[in-house]
């Protein structure tokens, strides 16, 4: 199965991966909300990894001998995937939900799609058409009212500490992430055995912290209800999450795939209103149509490529 490059223009199966991606990555909002102080931050994303290395495995056994070239040939590429997309989007950003608020966090993570372009700009001498520069903005500002709640002046009450400065190290991180899965060595492996090899490299780099934190006596998974949501988190939040962002990125390059981050706050807001019963406001709607409307605007056919 090789992976998919952008040589005709994208199918509906490629749009509906495209806004699949946000809707899989808010699900570990769901469930993982209540597993924070009942499972280690490390703990949860060395198991949530290895989960997903194990499940994808005879994907990597199917496509051996290539996976086992991709990984002598490119051995710091492989572990750097690792690092950045499931480490340090992983087990630093459980931790920093400790400290900081989801507020927060949702408004520093989203600025990854930014650091995609700003990124793509240093790095890789890519225009940034007038379209793209104005649909960011338009949905940045919806994420802004979606987590100022249609309040301006709550701006003026953010406070920002050690956590918040995690997510941002998060955000860049995932910036990187996407980029390097553009690097034709990466592009050359089939998706799924791509896939499966990242599961791999983020659960081989998380063993040292997850095994300090299990032994300074941080709280392992023991009730069947934190079993279920781990499951969630790797058979939704993971596989489905990745797979689908993965896609993106190859079909419609790291920019366009990026912006998939400014659905997640208004798909989790819809997430906690059907699942949590979390009452649906009026800055919610707005956020919602600016978010859209500034993703349309930016991905609309006719726009320059890189």
Not at 132 to 155: D, N, Q, S, T, Y
Not at 172 to 201: N, T
Request: glycine residues 10%; proline residues 6%.
């Amino acid at each position: 199965m090789p992976a998919p490059h952008q040589t005709t223009d994208p199918r509906l199966y490629d749009w509906l991966l495209f806004l699949l991606a946000p809707l899989f990555f808010s699900s570990n909002l769901i469930f993982g909300r209540g597993i924070s102080g009942e499972v280690g931050p490390f703990t949860t994303a060395l198991l949530r990894w290895v989960g997903a290395a194990l499940l994808m495995s005879p994907f990597i056994w199917r496509e051996r001998q290539a996976c086992l070239a991709f990984v002598r040939q490119h051995t710091a590429l492989w572990l750097t995937l690792g690092i950045l997309g499931m480490g340090i989007c992983g087990g630093v950003v459980y931790w920093a939900l400790t400290l900081t608020t989801a507020s927060n966090a949702t408004l520093i993570y989203t600025t990854s799609s930014l650091f995609i372009i700003l990124f793509q700009w240093l790095f890789q001498k890519r225009a940034i058409t007038g379209r793209e520069l104005l649909g960011m903005i338009i949905a940045f500002g919806g994420v802004v009212a979606i987590v100022l709640k249609g309040h301006p002046e709550a701006l003026l009450e953010l406070t920002f500490n050690i956590g918040d400065l995690a997510i941002l190290v998060a955000a860049i991180a995932f910036a990187a992430y996407s980029l390097l899965l553009r690097r034709p060595s990466v592009r050359a492996m089939p998706p799924l055995p791509l896939f499966a090899l990242l599961a791999l490299s983020g659960a081989v780099v998380l063993i040292p912290p997850g095994l300090i934190e299990m032994a300074s006596g941080a709280p392992l998974p023991d009730t069947w209800m934190e079993f279920a949501k781990l499951a969630g988190i790797i058979l939704f939040a993971s596989l489905a999450a990745f797979y689908c962002f993965q896609h993106a990125v190859q079909v419609f390059g790291p920019g366009i795939a990026g912006m998939t981050l400014y659905l997640m706050p208004p798909m989790s807001i819809l997430m906690a209103v059907v699942f949590l019963g979390e009452r649906f406001e009026h800055y919610h709607a707005i956020g919602i149509v600016l978010v859209t409307g500034g993703l349309v605007l930016a991905t609309a056919p006719g726009r320059k490529t890189a």
